[in-house]
């Protein structure tokens, strides 16, 4: 694992320690590195709308967990100041959905990201993409209290 990469992940897990969001949705790492994670969870009953298929506020914090982690991957902090989705299939109830995030475009105060959000057969359900804006902070030596 190189360096960059174990920094991706040491940032995964300060940010995880306070996302409660995060945490209720039970979302797990499946790849962290700088740039681009993957991550999973499993549709909860609580996660459904009264058609019984995922929420698409849900679908929308779960996309923006990803762009949040791979966002800030690069060890600096960096806050969603855009984002916008489209919703092309319904997931239902114990279906275990991936979310992918890959940075496209990195400057110095911003980044562009493309979030796909997938079931295992990696049969797209929800495509996000969004606009960080990228602090001079370090996320490790920050509080995440702010």
């Not at 995880?16 to 909860?44: A, N, R, Y």
């Not at 779960?62 to 092309?88: H, P």
């Not at 001079?136 to 209290?145: A, P, T």
Request: hydrophobic share 40%.
């Amino acid at each position: 694992m190189s360096d960059k990469d174990k920094l991706a992940a040491a940032v995964f897990h300060k940010m995880m320690e306070k996302d409660f969001c995060s945490q209720w949705m039970g979302i797990e790492p499946i790849l962290l590195e700088e740039g681009h994670c993957k991550i999973k969870m499993t549709v909860k009953r609580e996660m459904l709308n009264g058609y019984s298929i995922m929420h698409g506020g849900i679908a929308f914090a779960f996309a923006d967990s990803a762009f949040a982690f791979a966002s800030n991957s690069y060890g600096r902090i960096a806050v969603s100041i855009n984002g916008s989705m489209s919703y092309a299939r319904s997931a239902k109830e114990g279906e275990v959905l991936i979310a992918e995030a890959k940075a496209l475009n990195v400057n110095y105060k911003t980044a562009d990201f493309d979030v796909n959000v997938m079931n295992e057969a990696g049969e797209i359900y929800y495509f996000f993409r969004g606009t960080v804006y990228r602090s001079s902070k370090e996320v490790l030596e920050q509080s995440l209290d702010q």
